[in-house]
T-cell receptor, first 118, second 117 residues
């Protein structure tokens, strides 16, 4: 598996501010994704981070609220913009396709970022 | 309709006993994959096991095995010889489409497993 790190691991933010979460992988990966897990809930896919192009967002998520960057094959950022208390969640990045290996049968997650919005 | 259903919000099991966590899925794709993850209280998502729709044998990984019943569209996780460290949330997830369809996963609601000493 890959070693995936996220920064920050947790944060408490004020309403109306923005937070950028970083995801770093120790090897090149084909695919990177961002998920949200609201308190007591399951995981929901926000978007697929595409290297060198705009992310692909799932229904209910928009680029203005969750801008995503992926400048290379090992790094991605997710920004939560103009935050409200409803954005309080765990945000997780996940990766698939390690070092050119087939990707369909494995997907690994970072440790997550616990965000609390006051 | 829910794509992934986990009907057991919470379960208890005695240490050293086996436990089955249920998962049913709904898809019209012929090619798909099923994943199980463990989420301890720390919040990390730990990959446990994978079953492909065309795999003829049930997947096994150590104490974890997947009871795959394709006609019933079920992919239950079996944990043998439960340990206290198995106490966690367990999520079933599905990837739809073939191998090149991308790895976007749809998750079930999860089952909280509590192992009693």
């Amino acid at each position: 598996s890959a070693v995936i790190s996220q920064k920050p691991s947790r944060d408490i933010c004020q309403r109306g501010t923005s937070l950028t979460i970083q995801c770093q992988v120790d090897s090149q990966v084909t695919m990177m994704f961002w998920y949200r897990q609201q308190p007591g809930q399951s995981l929901t896919l926000i978007a697929t981070a595409n290297q060198g192009s705009e992310a692909t967002y799932e229904s209910g998520f928009v680029i203005d609220k969750f801008p995503i960057s992926r400048p290379n094959l090992t790094f991605s950022t997710l920004t939560v913009s103009n935050m409200s208390p409803e954005d309080s969640s765990i945000y997780l990045c996940s990766v698939a396709g390690l070092a050119g290996r087939l990707s369909y049968n494995e997907q690994f997650f970072g440790p997550g970022t616990r965000l609390t919005v006051l | 309709a829910q794509k992934i259903t986990q009907t057991q919000p919470g379960m208890f099991v005695q240490e050293k006993e086996a436990v089955t966590l249920d998962c049913t899925y709904d898809t019209s794709d012929q090619s798909y994959g099923l994943f199980w993850y463990k989420q301890p209280s720390s919040g990390e998502m730990i990959f446990l096991i994978y079953q492909g729709s065309y795999d003829e044998q049930n997947a096994t990984e150590g104490r974890y095995s997947l009871n795959f019943q394709k006609a019933r569209k079920s992919a239950n996780l079996v944990i043998s010889a439960s340990q206290l460290g198995d106490s966690a949330m367990y999520f079933c997830a599905m990837r739809e489409g073939g191998d090149n369809a991308g790895n976007m996963l749809t998750f079930g609601g999860g089952t909280r497993l509590m192992v009693k000493p």
